[in-house]
């Protein structure tokens, strides 16, 4: 064997050795990787808390050191809470409980509703066909609004906005008063928003002011404009089938609790909690699908649309 072959054949095994050792230095999915007082955290723990934050697979290397340390951390206070025994107070007993309760009852309907059949793409054009307010007629609202703390919503700040013509002279009725306030642009479409908002919308002048109250904010909002934003098939295409889809398993979440109850023997025993009906008051959230196109945030503020 020449000199130049020999060196080739150690190279080679030298990256074979390296590739091995690689290998071997990589965590298997039940190995220990750290011992807190004689608790050992894994890597299948750790693979797992991986997965839950959805990291990708670029990022992983430094968010595992990471997430390595925040587990010892947890069972550092895991070990302190034993030995006060307060994982034996009533309150985290309970709470331990519905945890477990609502994960076995969420893999329970996923395994039972198994896979639900994507739609076909003629179900999805038929979607597209049957609702052209949200698609080929789509319009588009671009506004201009004032955010501020729902606190601050009080009735002088109403009245003025009531009798106030313009954004603008909102911003300066709170700048005098020393109401804090954000402003912000926003656009939003008819496949966005809820069907009854859109409606309003659709029927007022631009420039109109109108409020929106969203849990611990409002928003002035006066309507810039409104034009045409059709949206095509293709384009749709991958909206209506996660809309059918998500539709689908909730029709399969509900008819599976009905066969449930309707076995079942359900005893009220406090005879005022009694329902008017028996339909299954909630889905496990593993198997809920949202209510249609629009977006619920926008939906919740129609209540407070003047």
Same mark, same amino acid.
């Given at each position: 064997?020449?000199?130049?072959? /020999?060196?080739?054949?150690?190279? *080679?095994?030298? +990256?074979?050795?390296?590739?091995?050792?690689? #290998?071997?230095?990589?965590?298997?999915?039940?190995?220990?990787?750290? !011992?807190?007082?004689?608790?050992?955290?894994?890597?299948?723990?750790?693979?797992?808390? $991986?997965?839950?934050?959805?990291?990708?697979?670029?990022?992983?290397?430094?968010?595992?050191?990471?997430?390595?340390?925040?587990?010892?951390?947890?069972?550092?206070?895991?070990?302190?809470?034993?030995?006060?025994?307060?994982?034996?107070?009533?309150?985290?007993?309970? *709470?331990?409980?519905? +945890?477990?309760? $609502?994960?076995?009852?969420?893999?329970?309907?996923?395994?039972?509703?198994?896979?639900? %059949?994507?739609?076909?793409? *003629?179900?999805?054009?038929?979607?597209?066909?049957?609702? %052209?307010?949200?698609?080929?007629?789509?319009?588009?609202?671009?506004?201009?609004?004032?955010? &501020?703390?729902?606190?601050?919503?009080?009735?002088?700040?109403?009245?003025?906005?009531?009798? !106030?013509?313009?954004?603008?002279?909102?911003?300066?009725?709170?700048?005098?008063?020393?109401?804090?306030?954000?402003?912000?642009?926003?656009?939003?479409?008819?496949?966005?928003? *809820?069907?009854?908002? !859109?409606?309003?919308?659709?029927?007022?002048? =631009?420039?109109?002011?109108?409020?929106?109250?969203?849990?611990?904010?409002?928003?002035? &909002?006066?309507?810039?404009?409104?034009?045409?934003?059709?949206?095509?098939?293709?384009?749709?295409?991958?909206?209506?089938?996660?809309?059918?889809?998500?539709?689908?398993?909730?029709?399969?979440?509900?008819?599976?609790?009905?066969?449930?109850?309707?076995?079942?023997?359900?005893?009220?025993?406090? #005879?005022?909690?009694?329902?008017?009906?028996?339909?299954?008051?909630?889905? =496990?959230?593993?198997?809920?699908?949202? +209510?249609?196109?629009?977006?619920?945030?926008?939906?919740?503020?129609?209540?407070? /649309?003047?």
């Amino acid at each position: 064997m020449d000199k130049k072959t /020999l060196a080739a054949a150690l190279m *080679a095994a030298l +990256a074979c050795l390296a590739g091995c050792s690689d #290998k071997d230095k990589a965590p298997k999915a039940g190995q220990a990787l750290v !011992s807190v007082n004689g608790e050992e955290i894994t890597a299948m723990q750790l693979n797992e808390e $991986l997965q839950r934050a959805n990291i990708q697979a670029a990022q992983q290397e430094g968010a595992s050191k990471q997430m390595l340390e925040g587990l010892i951390d947890r069972q550092l206070l895991q070990n302190e809470a034993a030995k006060d025994q307060t994982d034996r107070d009533p309150k985290v007993v309970q *709470a331990i409980e519905r +945890a477990k309760a $609502l994960i076995v009852a969420q893999a329970y309907m996923q395994k039972k509703i198994g896979a639900i %059949p994507k739609p076909t793409a *003629a179900e999805v054009s038929d979607y597209y066909v049957k609702h %052209p307010e949200f698609f080929a007629n789509r319009k588009q609202f671009d506004m201009k609004q004032l955010v &501020i703390d729902t606190a601050d919503l009080g009735e002088e700040v109403k009245r003025y906005a009531d009798g !106030s013509k313009t954004l603008d002279d909102v911003a300066a009725w709170f700048d005098q008063h020393k109401v804090k306030y954000v402003r912000t642009q926003a656009s939003r479409t008819t496949s966005d928003l *809820a069907p009854d908002m !859109s409606a309003r919308l659709k029927n007022m002048k =631009p420039g109109q002011l109108f409020v929106v109250k969203e849990g611990p904010r409002s928003m002035f &909002i006066s309507i810039a404009d409104v034009k045409d934003n059709p949206a095509s098939l293709a384009l749709a295409a991958p909206q209506i089938e996660r809309f059918l889809q998500g539709q689908r398993t909730k029709e399969a979440a509900d008819a599976e609790l009905k066969r449930l109850r309707a076995v079942a023997k359900i005893d009220y025993l406090n #005879k005022a909690m009694t329902t008017a009906s028996a339909a299954p008051a909630a889905v =496990p959230a593993a198997a809920t699908a949202t +209510a249609g196109p629009a977006d619920d945030t926008t939906a919740r503020g129609v209540a407070g /649309l003047k």
